[in-house]
T-cell receptor, first 115, second 111 residues
């Protein structure tokens, strides 16, 4: 089974610029998550989708971050405008709906550096 | 969210067993204990999970205390490829409950 695909793998931008990340989850996985991982810390949930609906976006900084999941498959996460503190790895994960038995599958992430 | 406490780091010799502890004294009856690990430059990967009984799979074993206030992830023979950050996570018995990560334990394996 193919894993969770993310692109780009690395991105360097200047502050106040915009950036977008793309995620393609495992086929058939209804639930998709975006996490932010700052160096030295564990991943922090930004947003959770169930099919194409948002389940939890309470920790998403909505003044600058946005995310969508079109047709319940691929997802994009956008930052506009970026700040220095947004430098982090952005991880996408997916799981089958209602899965407590099989866990999440994570992508390798996108490393964002804001200069 | 219920909290877990793990040592910041541990070290092991290659081919020896490793016992990674996790304390979760405020665990509720419906919290599952999940373990994930994160290899360098990779996303986290699922290792094992359990509720009350000890669990074994091809990657590791999970030993859960009788009162469920602590658990131990056991790697039976550490290899260099097991060097990673290991996260112990409590997850409410719901398929839609997201994983909440702490800082985890950084395991170093010495050849």
């Amino acid at each position: 089974e193919a894993g969770v695909a993310q692109s780009p793998r690395y991105k360097i931008i200047e502050k106040r610029q915009s950036v977008a990340f793309w995620c393609n989850p495992i086929s058939g996985h209804a639930t998709l998550y975006w996490y932010q991982q700052i160096l030295g810390q564990g991943p922090k949930l930004l947003i959770q989708f169930q099919n194409n609906g948002v389940v939890d976006d309470s920790q998403l900084p909505k003044d600058r971050f946005s995310a969508e999941r079109l047709k319940g498959v691929d997802s994009t996460l956008k930052i506009q405008p970026a700040k220095l503190e947004d430098s982090a790895v952005y991880l996408c994960a997916s799981s089958p709906r209602g899965a407590t038995d099989y866990g999440y599958t994570f992508g390798s992430g996108t490393r964002l550096t804001v200069v | 969210d219920a909290k877990t406490t793990q040592p910041n780091s541990m070290e092991s010799n290659e081919e020896e067993p490793v016992h990674l502890p996790c304390n979760h004294s405020t665990i509720s009856g419906t919290d599952y204990i999940h373990w994930y690990r994160q290899l360098p430059s990779q996303g986290p990967e699922y290792v094992i999970h359990g509720l009350t009984s000890n669990v074994n799979n091809r990657m590791a074993s999970l030993a859960i205390a009788e009162d469920r206030k602590s658990s131990t992830l056991i790697l039976h023979r550490a290899t260099l490829r097991d060097a990673a950050v290991y996260y112990c996570i409590l997850r409410y018995d719901s398929g839609n409950t997201p994983l909440v990560f702490g800082k985890g334990t950084r395991l170093s394996v010495i050849a």
